[in-house]
């Protein structure tokens, strides 16, 4: 069955990309790396029993997130077919919706919804239409880590154009929803000597 797809970005990371992008970013260092990440965030939360990831991937994130967040429901929406059946063999994840974050229906809310390493990917004209599910679908948090620039402006990726873009995520989506309020920033840095990651800038936001 084809699938047709609102971008050109979509069709990307649902196809033989995305495939390949699954065996690049698996490893025990990232998930290190994760897990150090994510205690600094979820320590600056209260009672998070709910999780939501757009964009999860093989679910490197939720597998840091899991012992973390013991308690917790995991659910993921994730593009890519191949890793949407990964993020399913999961025990600790309780449901993946395999489809275009574009495309998704918020029917429930969860107390922590974010993005690690996807907005940068999206066509930046879809960019309030997300924005908007994300704050529609958060009980209370929200998180972006993405790449940040004050502006606007594409990156070439992997021999790619159109396909990465930076800029102020969490600035945009607060500017659009003012009830989202500052909680925390930071920055990922990729020579870090214990966790090294992209030089990923995040923000944690709480609804008002």
């Not at 609102?6 to 690049?24: L, P």
């Not at 890519?80 to 495309?103: H, K, T």
Request: aromatic share 12%; hydrophobic share 45%; charged share 20%.
């Amino acid at each position: 069955m084809t699938t047709t797809y609102k971008t050109e970005q979509e069709a990307f990371w649902a196809g033989q990309f995305g495939n390949d992008y699954i065996a690049r970013n698996q490893s025990e260092q990232l998930l290190a790396g994760n897990l150090a990440f994510f205690s600094k965030v979820i320590a600056k939360t209260v009672k998070v029993g709910s999780v939501l990831e757009m964009g999860a991937n093989v679910g490197m994130n939720l597998r840091a997130l899991s012992p973390l967040l013991p308690t917790a429901s995991l659910h993921a929406i994730e593009i890519n077919e191949q890793a949407a059946n990964v993020l399913r063999s999961l025990p600790f994840v309780s449901s993946v919706m395999n489809g275009s974050m574009l495309d998704y229906v918020v029917k429930e809310q969860f107390d922590f919804v974010f993005t690690k390493g996807v907005l940068i990917h999206l066509a930046p004209e879809m960019l309030p239409m997300v924005y908007d599910k994300m704050v529609e679908a958060s009980a209370r948090y929200v998180m972006v880590a993405e790449y940040y620039n004050p502006s606007p402006m594409e990156i070439p990726y992997r021999g790619h154009s159109n396909k990465m873009f930076k800029r102020d995520f969490a600035g945009e989506l607060m500017a659009r929803h003012p009830n989202m309020q500052l909680i925390d920033y930071g920055f990922l840095y990729r020579n870090d000597p214990n966790w090294p990651q992209d030089d990923i800038t995040w923000f944690l936001m709480e609804k008002h």
